[in-house]
């Protein structure tokens, strides 16, 4: 197979707890080079090392520069080019925590635009990364910055055209890069939602004066995970062209709903995209795996996707030839791959995103947030997704398989027990309460199960900094799931005349199965 784009790449989402191992990011290097791919992007927030800047990334696993040096030669070996992929405005909620960048931000996690502390850490970043990687491209971010001029900038300088701060600061960011000798390309969002009061995915015009006083180094990545529409994206991409010529093209490869991946999804959704790109002459093109809300999935669960969207890029688009050479490949058919998506989607679903396995074990027993997206036979359900993954001999990945198994066997039991547990109390049957007792104990012994392999595959792939947060929560689950057992006995022997939370009216928040929030709105509606 032989490219036909001058760029075509992943990005690997390493700022959401989840830092990629060198040695992890070595074998993606590997595999990824192999399909085709020649350019890898790794995000990084703050998991980097920056010069003079020692708060920057502090705690969080960040890549040293001796660990990025290494890597870059590496991919340089094999044919690839190492880009990295940085914020310089927004998305750096990690760092402003830090006295020492707290008072140089805007609002939330958007850098103070026009400050110049924020321009010297700028110019240390620029300098980091001309000193360990060989590539003179970055992608420099600012993205989603939703709210920039409305925090301490508006305290400072009052209502200022908000265009005007984004090119300002655009502007400076570019000096400094291009003082490296760096070209930048950065992601075209902010452009259109200024322009429109907060949309992206329209085709807006964007005022021409607005598109001049783009800097002559800054090119625009447009980027959109969520269509199966090609004249969408045809019609985003003539959009984008209008501002400034060359823009890139970022897909995405669904790692970031919950625990499960979603290949079914982002292979509908690719196939959509890299036909679009190539009717509109797009020449740079990469997919990206973001780890929102922690990082939970791993990216090589989407070998299927990752492989299916090098073939699309590359123009084989016989499906069965794909499934073919994905066995020869990877020495595992097609199919049995693909039941990674399984607890994510138990129903089957590929035209839209649903990442049940993750609302239905963070939801309370005894609160219950989601109880109204649980259907009776749910939790069988799982049972036979769980008997289908123990069948699969996953080599190399089993312990993806293993992971996902035991996830399955605790949804088994989890899914229905809190509606389970509400009818019981309801009705005031106390046999059923006291099976409902065991199945508690049945659901804790088998979290301890997924809690243990879990935490062998991310210490496989990721590096121990930021599986402190999964402990957190999944040790608090079990912790909650020991607690509302114990309750419950109590109940059942007389100690306590009621349960407070099963006395009250429960509402129906969502229904059906869809994407929902990240654990702070599924676990309780108070305060984390």
């Not at 992007?41 to 520069?65: A, C, K, Q």
């Not at 088994?412 to 409902?436: D, N, Q």
């Amino acid at each position: 197979m032989g490219a036909i784009y001058d760029r075509l790449g992943t990005m690997v989402d390493c700022s959401r707890n989840a830092v990629m191992r060198p040695e992890a990011v070595k074998e993606w290097i590997d595999i990824t080079s192999s399909l085709g791919y020649n350019c890898l992007l790794l995000y990084t927030e703050d998991t980097y090392e920056v010069i003079s800047e020692p708060w920057f990334g502090y705690m969080r696993g960040r890549y040293s520069r001796e660990e990025l040096r290494e890597l870059d030669d590496y991919a340089r070996d094999r044919g690839m080019e190492l880009i990295p992929c940085i914020q310089t405005l927004a998305h750096l909620n990690a760092i402003v925590r830090w006295p020492e960048y707290r008072e140089h931000t805007d609002t939330g996690d958007i850098l103070l635009a026009g400050d110049e502390r924020v321009y010297e850490l700028i110019d240390h970043i620029f300098a980091s990364l001309a000193d360990v990687f060989s590539s003179r491209t970055v992608n420099i971010g600012m993205d989603e910055a939703h709210m920039i001029g409305r925090g301490k900038y508006y305290d400072l300088h009052g209502d200022q055209d908000r265009f005007g701060i984004l090119l300002s600061h655009l502007n400076r960011v570019a000096e400094i890069g291009k003082k490296y000798g760096f070209r930048l390309i950065m992601w075209s969002d902010m452009f259109f939602r200024l322009a429109t009061g907060g949309e992206y995915y329209q085709t807006a015009e964007i005022d021409r004066s607005v598109a001049e006083k783009i800097p002559d180094n800054v090119s625009l990545v447009y980027w959109d995970y969520y269509s199966l529409d090609e004249e969408h994206y045809i019609g985003m991409l003539r959009a984008h062209e209008s501002i400034r010529t060359g823009t890139w093209f970022a897909g995405g490869l669904w790692t970031w709903a919950g625990y499960a991946p979603h290949n079914g999804y982002s292979i509908k959704a690719t196939k959509a995209a890299v036909s679009s790109c190539r009717k509109s002459g797009v020449s740079d093109m990469f997919f990206t795996l973001w780890g929102d809300d922690g990082g939970t999935c791993s990216r090589f669960a989407m070998l299927p996707a990752l492989y299916a969207a090098a073939c699309m890029a590359q123009g084989m688009t016989d499906e069965s030839e794909v499934r073919k050479r994905f066995r020869d490949r990877f020495g595992i058919s097609w199919d049995d791959f693909l039941l990674l998506d399984l607890p994510g989607t138990p129903n089957g679903e590929t035209d839209k995103i649903v990442n049940a396995e993750k609302y239905l074990l963070f939801n309370d027993p005894f609160v219950g947030l989601m109880d109204s997206t649980v259907s009776e036979g749910d939790g069988r359900k799982y049972g036979s997704c769980a008997d289908r993954l123990s069948l699969v001999k996953g080599g190399r990945w089993s312990c993806l398989f293993a992971a996902a198994e035991a996830l399955c066997r605790v949804l088994e039991l989890k899914t229905e027990l809190g509606v389970r547990t509400r009818k019981a109390y309801a009705l005031r049957h106390m046999e059923e309460l006291e099976i409902l007792c065991a199945d508690y104990k049945e659901t804790e012994r088998r979290m301890e199960t997924f809690f243990k392999v879990y935490r062998e595959w991310w210490y496989s792939e990721n590096k121990p900094e930021g599986f402190e947060v999964q402990e957190i929560r999944l040790g608090g689950l079990m912790l909650r799931l020991r607690s509302c057992r114990e309750r419950l006995q109590g109940y059942i022997r007389g100690e306590t005349e009621a349960i407070d939370e099963l006395e009250q009216n429960q509402l129906a928040l969502y229904a059906g199965h869809g994407q929902y929030p990240g654990w702070r709105q599924i676990v309780s509606v108070n305060t984390l």
